[in-house]
């Protein structure tokens, strides 16, 4: 197959638990996908989509240390396979097994490490990995605001869940490279920008901006700067912590996955008080300033937004969105996807899923009934018109994509086998690793 552009939707499988870990989020069950996934995978055909976000629950599949129900992966995966769908595998979107208790175990990252090397055994042919989504919000919603899993507040506990939030994706990309020397990491995770309202409101706007790439710093052994440094180690990160993520670099394994929705931007106060400004800057603007900072080929991983009263809110933002994304790739950034998140409506995200009111929140290409909306027909419509212009993906990738029902074919194993010697060379390491800025 030739080099293709990455036209994706995804099957959102949040699964948080709110009330002090009393109830679990699953928005699998909520939107129905356990009962009608293969009509969910014909509706992705039926789109021209050949990339799916997807991932299996981890609260059902992972028992315990080395313990695995893979019986609903096995089926699922299979059909993608079949389809020649490739998945990019979403290992953990915002909750862990109840066993695990949330993302202030200090054991998590190495328990997780097993886990996802285990699915990677299980399907060697997926190649695409997410292994912890949206790792910043994961540890903001969790341990800064109060929302889900653990549900604390404050720097400290914030600074925990980051810490072992990203060393766990970091030694999960370890775990699969053993088994899949030539995987491919597509970091999902918000871009976010605070603007400042008033002079008084620059310095708490510098320090949000800061922390906003502290995830990605982290999981691509980047040094993050003096006031960050200091903030974490104020709060509880140790150098030696710190240096494990200097260490561990995969960055030529990576793509940099950003979402964007019309809530990543935000108002500052002088207090340091922050509430949603609507979009400013937009995609453009915001991704390019996380390119300049990481230089990885970029997949916009998310977006979305309400069908409003005139139908044609979703539509419209659609064309906005790949307005943004062909501006910057005319800038010159290695734009390699796009994604509209998700494939059908969500339940209860307009509460960020902290309530379990079971409200319909339409921003499906498809409705709950899995009837096409009309942003559905639009997306239809941009991936048969611009699929064969933006055939680039592979100019830009050190490690080209291999499609499900090609990973037995020749030149695949031959490409395992040469970035498997590449990786083991020392005398390579260096200039394989992407300079420091």
Same mark, same amino acid.
């Given at each position: ?283 453009? =603007?915001?991704? @390019? !300033? ?7 080929? &970029? *997949?916009?991983? %998310?977006? +979305? ?83 064969? =212009?933006?055939? @680039? !993906? ?7 994509? &291999? *499609?499900?029902? %090609?990973? +037995? ?29």
């Amino acid at each position: 197959m030739g080099p293709q552009f990455l036209f994706a939707t995804g099957i959102e499988n949040s699964n948080p638990t709110i009330q002090n870990g009393k109830l679990r989020v699953d928005e699998l069950e909520k939107c129905n996908h356990y009962k009608l996934w293969h009509k969910d995978f014909d509706l992705v055909e039926e789109l021209g989509i050949s990339f799916l976000r997807y991932g299996p629950p981890i609260h059902t599949t992972w028992l315990g240390p080395g313990k695995y129900d893979w019986s609903f992966a096995d089926v699922t995966f299979q059909d993608l396979l079949r389809r020649n769908i490739a998945p990019i595998v979403d290992l953990c979107h915002f909750g862990v097994p109840d066993w695990i208790g949330n993302f202030q175990n200090p054991e998590f990252p190495e328990l997780f490490g097993q886990y996802a090397k285990a699915f990677a055994q299980r399907f060697p042919w997926v190649q695409l990995y997410t292994p912890v989504n949206e790792m910043y919000i994961c540890a903001v919603f969790s341990a800064r605001y109060g929302w889900w899993n653990e549900q604390l507040t404050g720097d400290k506990a914030f600074v925990t869940a980051l810490k072992y939030i990203v060393k766990a994706n970091v030694l999960a990309m370890k775990a699969i490279l053993e088994v899949r020397p030539d995987a491919i990491f597509i970091q999902s995770e918000s871009s976010e920008y605070f603007h400042a309202e008033n002079p008084a409101a620059i310095k708490p706007a510098e320090t949000m901006n800061a922390e906003r790439f502290l995830s990605l710093d982290l999981n691509y052994g980047k040094r993050v700067n003096s006031s960050m440094y200091e903030f974490l180690m104020d709060n509880g990160m140790t150098r030696a912590e710190y240096h494990f993520f200097l260490e561990n670099k995969m960055k030529r394994h990576c793509i940099m996955g950003n979402d964007y929705y019309y809530t990543n931007e935000h108002r500052v106060s002088a207090d340091g008080s922050t509430r949603a400004s609507g979009e400013i800057f937009g995609y453009h =603007v915001i991704t @390019s !300033q996380y390119h300049d900072r990481y230089r990885l080929p &970029v *997949m916009h991983t %998310e977006t +979305n937004i309400w069908e409003g009263p005139k139908g044609d809110e979703a539509v419209n933002w659609l064309w906005k969105e790949w307005a943004n994304v062909l501006r910057v790739r005319n800038d010159g950034v290695p734009m390699v996807g796009f994604t509209w998140y998700s494939l059908t409506d969500q339940v209860d995200w307009d509460t960020a899923l902290r309530e379990d009111n079971n409200r319909l929140n339409p921003v499906g290409l498809y409705d709950l009934d899995r009837n096409i909306r009309p942003v559905g027909t639009a997306y239809k419509q941009l991936i048969a018109d611009w699929r064969q =212009v933006l055939p @680039s !993906q592979s100019v830009c990738l050190q490690v080209p994509i &291999v *499609m499900p029902q %090609e990973s +037995n074919d020749a030149w695949a194993h031959e490409q395992k086998q040469d970035v498997k010697e590449a990786t083991a060379d020392k005398s390579t390491a260096a200039a394989n690793a992407s300079p420091e800025s």
